[in-house]
């Protein structure tokens, strides 16, 4: 029965008494009935206004992690009107993949996974807080919450119950290695040479005009030098000094693409494409990124436009870090569809757990098209010979990856 169901019960039995009392003439009667009346009317008031007023907060030092490390956060509740409340329970929900090292209260394991829970007493107007550690351990993106507080009057006839609190996200990026460690060595590992090609323009560092001539591009024409000079001028650019690499990261891991997947080498190969994007920011690189695999937030394929910088590094990580066992279609197919937009002279360094012979030809003709082609390969099968001009790096021996590390991640 609910505690509701049995206040009711009370509240009819002194309205009984009280009744008795009136008619029998028994002073003590009705005393004892308006007195329990009295009570329940205290408990229902209390009981509806326990939770208002009541705020919870989460306050997080980061919100962007790598794999392995503690995040630190307070939790704070405040009751903030002139009434006290006797007892509170709160319940914050944590994803399974985020483990409690240290804190102020109990980490318990309920049906949807496991959670902080509290016991406390608020006088007016006061606050408590309790801090903790939490360690990521795997990739992805998790969250904290939803918290429910518990509440109701002091005599424990009544309770009500309320969400609290927004969820927090905490993405937690893959594992980076430095190249030398993965066995790559550390001069050169991309057979690049600083300062990229230098045969084609840079839209972005415009020199100057010129007069048109024959086959130059229309797109070209600086219109408005035109109609002063009364002849077409066309916009003239500086030659492209910078290295562009794009990420090619393979989710299929075995063939067909749509059959199950191996765990650990999907991981090998996001830990291999994480500590290349490190070290082609590290070099100053345009850095871009192409995945089969369906985004969470999106039915488009991931790709990420290179760029330049920290934040084109942060927006890489946050990508790889929520890439899931779902491929949308080969490898290889969607290479030959994009490879054609990619930069003139790029590299590209593909992260593969098998090389199919369509996925060698694809990389063979993107090769003669003038880009640069790494392949990290942390599969252990025999990989097949891929031609002249094209880097193979064999990673799998030095990508011991931990247990807890290569397990499904949350979406």
């Known amino acids: 029965m609910s505690r509701d169901f049995w206040h009711n019960v009370c509240v009819g039995l002194f309205t009984i008494v009280a009744a008795v009392g009136l008619f029998s003439g028994q002073p003590l009667l009705v005393a004892f009935g308006v007195m329990g009346l009295a009570a329940a009317a205290i408990s229902w008031a209390w009981n509806r206004i326990a939770l208002e007023e009541v705020v919870y907060e989460r306050r997080l ?12 956060f307070d939790v704070l509740i405040t009751n903030g009107k002139p009434l006290p409340l006797s007892w509170l329970e709160v319940t914050d929900h944590l994803d399974a993949n985020l483990r409690v090292v240290s804190g102020d209260g109990p980490s318990n394991v309920y049906p949807n996974g496991p959670a902080l829970r509290h016991t406390t007493s608020l006088a007016w107007y006061e606050r408590v807080r309790w801090s903790y550690r939490v360690q990521c351990l795997r990739r992805g993106l998790y969250h904290l919450g939803p918290a429910r507080l518990e509440a109701g009057d002091p005599f424990g006839f009544l309770r009500s119950s309320a969400r609290q609190a927004e969820d927090d996200d905490i993405l937690v990026y893959p594992r980076v290695v430095p190249l030398e460690k993965l066995g790559i060595p550390a001069v050169r590992p991309l057979g690049e040479v600083k300062g990229g090609i230098e045969l084609f323009r840079d839209l972005a560092r415009p020199s100057g005009l010129r007069d048109y001539q024959a086959g130059d591009s ?8 035109t109609a002063r000079s009364q002849k077409l001028a066309v916009r003239t650019f500086d030659p492209s000094s910078a290295t562009t690499v794009i990420l090619v990261v393979a989710v299929d891991t075995t063939e067909p693409y749509w059959t199950a997947y191996t765990p650990g080498d999907l991981e090998r190969v996001i830990v291999a494409s994480a500590s290349f ?5 590290e ?7 192409l995945v089969n695999d369906m985004p969470v937030h999106s039915d488009r394929l991931l790709t990420v436009p290179p760029g330049r910088g920290p934040d084109q590094y942060g927006h890489v990580l946050a990508e790889l870090a929520t890439i899931r066992d779902y491929a949308t279609a080969p490898m290889w197919e969607h290479l030959a569809q994009h490879g054609r937009r990619f930069p003139v002279g790029s590299t590209l360094v593909v992260a593969a757990a098998f090389v199919s012979g369509d996925f060698a030809n694809v990389l063979k003709d993107l090769r003669r098209a003038g880009h640069r082609i790494v392949v990290a390969y942390v599969g252990t099968e025999p990989l097949m010979d891929l031609g002249p001009g094209i880097i193979v790096y064999k990673l799998a021996e030095h990508l011991d990856l931990p247990e807890a590390a290569i397990d499904p991640v949350a979406a």
Do not use: C, H, P
Not at 65 to 70: C, R
Not at 277 to 281: D, P
């Open 61 to 72: 030092d980061l919100r962007r992690v790598f794999v392995g490390e503690t995040i630190a």
């Open 277 to 281: 994007a490190s070290y082609a920011t």
């Open 218 to 225: 229309l797109k070209m024409v600086d219109w408005k030098a």
């Open 283 to 289: 070099q100053e690189y345009n850095l871009g990124l």
